[in-house]
Structures are given as structure tokens and as C-alpha cells.
């Protein structure tokens, strides 16, 4: 059945892959210290909560009457399609937040004479909670086994205006049936194993995975649980839905001529009651950070006397960023606003890049400011040695191939017969964003220098290098919505460049439309990851004495 499959219906998911091992080893690409990591750990659990998603199959096995009515996977390849990606999407994740951690870079390693086995590091109760849960699901699939399948009715044809039929079913719309039990218990307790059988590899490539030389023990142990922690918790949520699923088929009622339209999935309350439990459910902290006497954060460097003006506000842009952007968003809106009051799919390209330049536009602006209140002609100009980290560099360059594919894509769709132009439009806007960029760069690149003190030596350099990095951030989160876009603009034009075998429907929206959410997902994760290893690098000077001016 797979091998039936087009071959290029994996390059969806292969590229989302790929774009997240690269965003989770951006996390930790320089350095992984403690609060990295602990950022790192967090957006493995949230990319793999979203990835985990069985909203897609929660009516498999109905057969709809009403040919209007929203699909229902119901044919082995439209069940296996809606069940098996989510898993093998969150599973992908948990294991690659482990494979993006930099291998050890000391020239001498230090070897463990204990053997890490899962026990160690497993979280008892979350692990016996998750079992019950799964325990549940098996019992609640095999519930369903016997039951067995019914025919549609179909929809009676219109009667006369005079005749009225009081009837208190819905025979006249159309009676969805089912598959027999059997078929979806086997196709959900088949996938409930590969889950729990993907759960325990994930948890053994935890327990396998190198130390962090950068942790000491203890944090390298409780990294394991917190790993751990955030699988079983996204696993067990699933194993849920999957009884959700069964629950959801066996309350569908048998047609008759009382059928009615509606019913109470009780698994489906189960369900809600797993999800707010998991997510409430704590997730252990790295003993460093606990620990620490307070950490150098944004606050914490704003508020400090010996941090330097320019510092202030370099730290102040980065918040006053987010406000930027949500007036580009209402600017732009205005802007492209349409008469019909609608804002329509052709205005999304201009709509992201008007976002974008603004974004960029107070970047410059912050540096200019910087440069007039704070430097001097006759201060040297210190470029970092590194403007822009290889991770955010190439993250930013693979954004861009993204971009690129996807308006290669849009080209083609086009070339169909009828097929509208959505490509012009991206491309002239991201020119124009491109154009801003390179003044940002220029205004970062050519601002005065800062004269430096004894306390603040490498100020400049650390300021510049602040700004390059929330320039590139911005491009690669710009180009990755504006591949979203395009993805998501062309996507009905994907089953006329790769048609389905004969007698094969569509289920749902096409691979590009799937690809371009989960782009536009990454996107708004990207614009908002922070610079806090940055901030580590901007030196504060010696306390002012009193009437003497803070440096």
C-alpha cells in the first residue's frame, strides 16, 4: 500500500524534518548551556504536541451518505494516512530534539561506568499513568471489534411542496454507516503498537544519548527525565485519541427510521480529561537553573546599574519588536484592505512582507538610535568575529531553498490549465523585503562606534552582533511565511501536477497545503525565539558611585 503511494508525497514530510532539526539544533548550535537547553527541551514538546494531532481521523471507519458532507477516511489508505503520519510525525520529533544536540567537542572525553538504562531517568508515575492510558485505549479498540458495519442510506430524493413529513428522524437527509468493527480495530490497535513500540526506541535513544559536556551530572540526568517527561506526556494524549477514535465509531447509531444525527461519545470526555491532565502535568527543572542565584536575563540587565545605555536599549527594541510587528500586521491589513471587505488570498504576500519591512525598518532604526545617543566618529567600529552563528546562517539559507521549491511549485501550478498566478506577487515582495534587509545590514554595519570603557570592552561588537542576528532571525521566519503562502495559495493544483491512481479520492487537503501550515507554524516560532545566549555577551561595567554617572 505504501509502495503505492507517490513517491513525492513524502517530500512533505521529509522537508519538515528537516527544517525542524535544524530550528531544534539552532537551539544549541553554539554553546548548550543550561537555559538553551531547557528552551531547547521546550520547543521539542511543543513542535511535537502540534504534530500529534488525530484531528484529521476522528470519524475513520464513517461512510458518509451525504456526498456534500466533510470526508471520512474510510478506505485502508485514507485510515492509514490520517493514523499513521501523526505518530510517526511526533515520534520523529522526540527523537530528533535528541539527534540535534552537538556531539562532545572537548579532546578528552570522559567515559560513564554506569550503564543508562530507561528505569533510571523514567518518571514513575507518568510512566505508570501513561501505561493505564494505553491499557484503556487497547480495551475501549477491542470494545469495537464486534461490532458490526452498516450500509449508508442514501439521501431521498425532494417531495412535492404540499407534503410535509413529520418524521422525527433524519431518513430524508441520509444515514451515515460504517465499516465493520474489525477493520478499524485492527487498523487502530495496529497503530496504538507502533506508538508504544516508537515510545520505548525514543526513550532508549535518550538513555543511549551522549552527555552534554557543557552539563554537569546532575543536569544531564534530569535532562534525560525531562525528555522523558514530554514524550510520555504527547504519547499518552495520543493513545486517547486513538480511544476517542474507537469511541466515536461505536456511538455511531445504526440506520433506521428514527436514525438520528447526533450522539454521546463518552471516550471522547476521557479524551479531553487526558489532555488537560498532561498538560498540567509538571515537567522537571535543570538543578543548575533552579540553583542559580538569579540568571542574566532581559530584565535582569535592564534593571542592572552597571549595564550600559546602549545595552538598555538594545534589550528595550527586542520587546518594543513584537509591538512593531502587530502594527506592520494592522498597517498592512489597512493597506490591502479590499472594497468587498474581505481580505482576500492575493493580499497574504503583501500582507507578510509589509510586516517584515517594518520589523526590519525599527531594527535599523534601533542602531541608528544607538549610533547618535551613544557613539562617537572617533570610537573604532568593532565587527564580531562572528556577525551571524553558522546554525542561524544556515537555517536562513535553507529558508530561502524552502522558498524557492515553493515558488517553483506555484510557477508550475500555474502552467495548468486556468491555473491563477500566485507567484508574482510573492516574489516582488520578498525583492523589496530583501532590499530592506540589506539597508538594516548596512545601518548594523555602518553606525558609529561605541567608545569602550574598562568595564564595557566588546559592547560594540556584542550590539552589532544582536542586531545581525534579529535581522537573519526575521528573514528566515519572512521567507518561511512567504513559502507558506505560496504553498497554501497553489496547493488545489498538487493532484493536477501528481494525479491520484484511478478510482482514488483526495482525503482532506492536499500534501502542500499540509506542508504550508506547518511552515507557517515554524514561521511565527522562529520570529519569536529570543537572543538570551546573545545577552550573556553584553559586559556590564563597574557600579557607579554615588554622583557619579552609570557607564
Do not use: C
Request: glycine share 10%; hydrophobic share 55%.
Amino acid at each position: 500500500m505504501i509502495a503505492s503511494l507517490p513517491p513525492l508525497l513524502f517530500l512533505g514530510p521529509m522537508a519538515g524534518a528537516v527544517i525542524v532539526y535544524v530550528f531544534l539544533r539552532l537551539q544549541v548550535w553554539s554553546k548548550p548551556e543550561a537555559e538553551s537547553v531547557a528552551s531547547h527541551a521546550l520547543w521539542v514538546g511543543i513542535i511535537g504536541w502540534f504534530a500529534s494531532s488525530l484531528q484529521g481521523a476522528m470519524n475513520a471507519g464513517i461512510l458518509r451518505a451525504n456526498p456534500t458532507a466533510s470526508n471520512a477516511p474510510a478506505t485502508p489508505e485514507q485510515i492509514a494516512t490520517a493514523l499513521v503520519w501523526p505518530i510517526l510525525a511526533a515520534l520523529t520529533v522526540h527523537g530528533l530534539g535528541q539527534l540535534s544536540y552537538p556531539a562532545p567537542k572537548a579532546p578528552h572525553r570522559y567515559a560513564e561506568l554506569t550503564v543508562r538504562r530507561i528505569r533510571d531517568f523514567l518518571p514513575r508515575k507518568l510512566a505508570w499513568t501513561t501505561a493505564g492510558i494505553f491499557a484503556f485505549a487497547a480495551l475501549v479498540i477491542a470494545w469495537i471489534a464486534p461490532l458490526p458495519g452498516h450500509t449508508p442510506v442514501l439521501p431521498s430524493p425532494p417531495k412535492p411542496a404540499p407534503s410535509v413529513d413529520y418524521n422525527n428522524g433524519y431518513a430524508g437527509q441520509g444515514q451515515d454507516g460504517r465499516i465493520p468493527g474489525w477493520e478499524l480495530a485492527a487498523w487502530l490497535g495496529g497503530v496504538l503498537l507502533v506508538l508504544a513500540v516508537g515510545t520505548w526506541l525514543v526513550l532508549l535513544l535518550i538513555a543511549r544519548r551522549r552527555r552534554l559536556e557543557t552539563l554537569d551530572g546532575d543536569d544531564n540526568r534530569v535532562l534525560r527525565s525531562i525528555a522523558a517527561n514530554r514524550l510520555l506526556r504527547t504519547v499518552a494524549t495520543i493513545a486517547a485519541g486513538l480511544a476517542s477514535i474507537a469511541g466515536n465509531f461505536a456511538a455511531q447509531p445504526a440506520p433506521g427510521a428514527l436514525w438520528q444525527s447526533s450522539w454521546t461519545n463518552y471516550a471522547g470526555f476521557a479524551n479531553m480529561a487526558v489532555l488537560l491532565v498532561m498538560l498540567g502535568w509538571r515537567v522537571p527543572q535543570l538543578p543548575s537553573l533552579v540553583n542559580a542565584p538569579k540568571a542574566i536575563r532581559s530584565h535582569t540587565l535592564r534593571t542592572d546599574p552597571r549595564t550600559h545605555g546602549a545595552a538598555r536599549l538594545t534589550i528595550s527594541l527586542g520587546a518594543a519588536l513584537g509591538v512593531v510587528g502587530g502594527l506592520g500586521l494592522l498597517v498592512g491589513a489597512i493597506l490591502i484592505y479590499v472594497p468587498d471587505g474581505t481580505v482576500g488570498p492575493s493580499s497574504f504576500p503583501g500582507l507578510v512582507a509589509v510586516v517584515a519591512m517594518v520589523v526590519l525598518l525599527a531594527i535599523a532604526g534601533g542602531d541608528l538610535l544607538i549610533g547618535r545617543n551613544y557613539g562617537s566618529p572617533e570610537a573604532p567600529a568593532l565587527w564580531p568575529r562572528q556577525p551571524v552563528s553558522r546554525g542561524l546562517l544556515s537555517f536562513t539559507i535553507g529558508s530561502g531553498l524552502m522558498f524557492a521549491a515553493a515558488l517553483v511549485f506555484s510557477i508550475a501550478a500555474q502552467v495548468q490549465p486556468f491555473g491563477p498566478n500566485h507567484w508574482l506577487a510573492p516574489l516582488l515582495a520578498t525583492a523589496g523585503v530583501l532590499l530592506v534587509a540589506a539597508l538594516a545590514v548596512f545601518a548594523v554595519r555602518l553606525r558609529p562606534g561605541i567608545p569602550e570603557t574598562e568595564g564595557n570592552r566588546g559592547l560594540d561588537a556584542a550590539l552589532r552582533a544582536i542586531g545581525m542576528y534579529r535581522i537573519a532571525r526575521m528573514l528566515a521566519a519572512y521567507l518561511l511565511a512567504q513559502a507558506a503562502v505560496l504553498l497554501i495559495a497553489s496547493g488545489d493544483a498538487w493532484y493536477e501536477l501528481f494525479p491520484l491512481p484511478e478510482d482514488t479520492h483526495a482525503l482532506g487537503p492536499s500534501p502542500a497545503i499540509l506542508v504550508g501550515m506547518f511552515l507557517a507554524v515554524v514561521a511565527g516560532l522562529v520570529a519569536i525565539t529570543p537572543v538570551r545566549s546573545l545577552l550573556r555577551t553584553i559586559p556590564r561595567g563597574r557600579a557607579a558611585k554615588l554622583g557619579e554617572p552609570a557607564q
